[in-house]
């Protein structure tokens, strides 16, 4: 990937987190993150790419032999914390101490080099930005933590759009958004890559022409699994609403998946990316 004929770039991810352990009594549900995390790395090398997994400590405390399958197939090992915390209910010492055993996880599983970093829920905004300096400090090259819009959690607007250096050692790489009528919204991944019809996004891939202008996307484990049994997903205010929406149209993923590889997008890793491809 590092002379892409194609300046497309897609920077898929996946945010390899088990839903199940912020919930009281959640483990006597279906453990569903291996088998999902095979069907994603099934997808990737059919298609031939590899992405990061941005990744929780406490998953890969559980799933070591999960981890080094995922390193063996090329693909890259993030920083995602270690319990999945948003950054504005830590203060910086105790986000430091979570992320350093989020690091010593990953290492124990196998993980020989760790650059990348994104904050649970993109919780990194002009509040908690003091997250910038604990990441420098521990060797990070890469954040990719901001929402760069208004949001009813957590969202940075001003911080705008397009890769930028924090510093001489760090770049974030705020996850990609665009207008579908009156909300900005991240439509690469996610909740909003499965609810929206695609119609409504498919002029926006237009713009994502060239290396400066990837288009984001995260996924989750579950985003994919239509076997998880049902249950009121934590973090979202006991809505059934949105607990309908947590489950709608996984089966259509892959299939979307497909048509965007169609378009001639290419996925590669954040570190590829950073060092190989990004100008800034
Ligand atoms: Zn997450």
Known sequence: MTNSSSNKIYLFSIDLEDVRLWMPNGEKFKERVCANAHAYMKWLSKHNFTCTF?????????????????????????????????????????????????????????????????????????????????????????SSSVLPAKSPLYGWEEFGGAPKKISNKLIEIPMTVGKVGPLTIPYGGGIYFRVLPPFLTAGKLKKHSTANNPLLGYFHPYDIDTEQEHFMHPGINNSKFYNMLMYYNRDKVFSRLDKIIDKGFKICTYENYCENILKV
């Open 54 to 142: 941005f990744t929780v400590g406490e998953v890969a405390e559980k799933y070591p032999e999960l981890i080094k399958e995922i390193i063996a197939e090329g693909h890259e090992i993030a920083c995602h914390t270690n319990k999945h915390i948003p950054l504005d209910k830590q203060t910086p010492d105790a986000f430091k101490k979570d992320l350093e055993q989020n690091i010593t996880h990953l290492l124990k599983a196998g993980a020989t080099t760790l650059k990348g970093f994104r904050a649970p829920i993109f919780s990194l905004t002009e509040k908690t930005q003091w997250a910038f300096e604990i990441l420098e400090e521990l060797g990070f090259s890469y």
